[in-house]
């Protein structure tokens, strides 16, 4: 079974500018979280969808958005990006929601963005 | 203060060691209990899940939850050069909290 895929695994982008970042969970899982992973502040915790359905989001600023397509897939959209939003973001599917309850994750190889 | 602890280390042992990895937290609402090994340009892969307190065991690998003071452990027996990655310890109630993680390196 292919495990969690994310695209591109690397990102340059300047100050102001917007990205989006994709990630495609395992076959069959419904639930996608997203991460953002930095040195001083660590996994972070940013928005779980699941069957399309936003169930959760983290403490961050509107700027963070995402969505979730019929297939499962789902990316995830910075806008306006600042140099504190270097970092590695990670996603995660799994086959049931998790926020609320346990279910086990699969966490993806991320996407290092770079923010100059 | 973090509501998850852990300190970032690096810890650095001779192969062999049993290793003690740590975090405390402070919300009384954690129920689900992880330990999580991240190699290096690599997302975190589950290691241990513990539903509130009690040991769990798995291999080289002993998760312990002490709920009444708020403090996890992950121990690993005779740990292998291979065992050298970052340990993140997380838990739940309605979504997840990591700590900083521990960065491991255990030296042949």
């Known amino acids: 079974k292919a495990g969690v895929t994310q695209t591109p695994r690397y990102l340059i982008k300047t100050r102001g500018q917007q990205v989006t970042l994709s990630c495609s969970p395992i076959?069959?899982?419904?639930?996608v979280s997203w991460y953002q992973q930095t040195p001083g502040q660590g996994l972070q915790f940013l928005f779980e969808y699941f069957s399309e359905t936003q169930r959760n989001k983290g403490n961050f600023p509107g700027r963070f958005s995402g969505r979730q397509f019929s297939n499962s897939r789902s990316e995830m959209n910075v806008s306006t990006l600042e140099l504190g939003d270097s970092a590695l973001y990670l996603c995660?599917?799994?086959?049931?929601?998790?926020?609320?309850?346990?279910?086990?994750?699969?966490f993806g190889p991320g996407t290092r963005l770079t923010v100059l | 203060q973090k509501e998850v602890e852990q300190d970032p280390g690096p810890l650095s042992v001779p192969e062999g060691a049993i290793v003690s990895l740590n975090c405390t937290y402070s919300?009384?609402?954690?129920?689900?209990f992880m330990w999580y090994r991240q190699y290096s340009r690599k997302g975190p892969e589950l290691l241990m899940y513990?539903?509130?307190?009690g040991n769990k065991e798995d291999g080289r690998f002993t998760a312990q939850v002490d709920k009444s003071s708020k403090y996890i452990s992950l121990f690993i027996r005779d740990s292998q050069p291979s065992d050298s990655a970052t340990y993140l310890c997380?838990?739940?109630?309605?979504?997840?909290?990591f700590g900083a993680g521990t960065r491991l390196t255990v030296k042949p």
């Open positions: 997380a838990m739940s109630y309605n979504d997840m909290r």
């Open positions: 995660a599917s799994s086959g049931q929601p998790t926020s609320g309850t346990y279910n086990e994750q699969f």
């Open positions: 513990t539903y509130s307190s």
């Open positions: 919300n009384s609402a954690f129920q689900y």
């Open positions: 076959s069959g899982h419904r639930s």
